[in-house]
């Protein structure tokens, strides 16, 4: 089992910063890829970006050359916490932002989710 917790979402005017935070306790021995997706009103949910644990990045095309992933593995708290910084915001990203964790465990694929934490652009 991997428990997830979220934050660092808000209000934020265009062009703003914020910067999300992915914390992984638990079984984080058997997590390869983390990642943000997140889901505005009516739409469906949708990849942000990913990290796996080979150091691989992936991007949605709009939050290319404006968003940052990035991961932290140390061992010595037992935590593995995946970051996302936000640059040059706009309204339409505003959404809920969900943590993913996908975790491998005897070959079985297992998939975890944050609570979501909601982030508004807006003036």
């Known amino acids: 089992q991997v428990q997830l917790v979220e934050s660092g979402g808000g209000l934020v005017e265009p062009r703003g910063s914020l910067r999300l935070s992915c914390a992984a306790s638990?079984?984080?021995?058997?997590?390869?890829?983390m990642g943000w997706y997140r889901q505005a009103p009516g739409k469906e949910r949708e990849l942000v970006a990913t990290?796996?644990?080979?150091?691989?990045?992936?991007?949605?095309?709009s939050v290319k050359g404006r968003f940052t992933i990035s991961r932290d593995n140390a061992r010595d708290n037992a935590k593995n916490t995946v970051y996302l910084q936000m640059n040059s915001l706009k309204p339409e990203d505003t959404a809920v932002y969900y943590c993913?964790?996908?975790?491998?465990?005897?070959?079985?694929?297992?998939?975890?989710w944050g609570q979501g934490t909601q982030v508004t652009v807006s003036s």
């Open positions: 638990g079984s984080i021995f058997s997590i390869n890829t």
């Open positions: 990290f796996t644990s080979g150091g691989s990045t992936n991007y949605a095309d």
């Open positions: 993913k964790v996908e975790s491998l465990v005897a070959g079985l694929l297992y998939n975890y």
